[in-house]
């Protein structure tokens, strides 16, 4: 591995640095909300399949 190479990777890895607190509660509570949203729409379409 080239030195630039080594560099780069490193200051990809980084480049964010840690993330707030507030804003891993934001990302898991939207991850939440989505996958709630995702099965909500799993059950009503199973149901749908079933009495159709």
């Given at each position: ?36 949203a ?6 009503w379409l ?7």
């Open positions: 591995m080239s030195v630039p190479d080594h560099a780069h990777l490193h200051h990809d890895g980084h480049r964010h640095g840690t993330p707030a607190p507030r804003t891993v509660l934001a990302d898991a509570a939207a991850l939440r909300l989505a996958a709630a995702a099965a909500s729409a799993l059950l199973t149901i749908g399949w079933a009495l159709a």
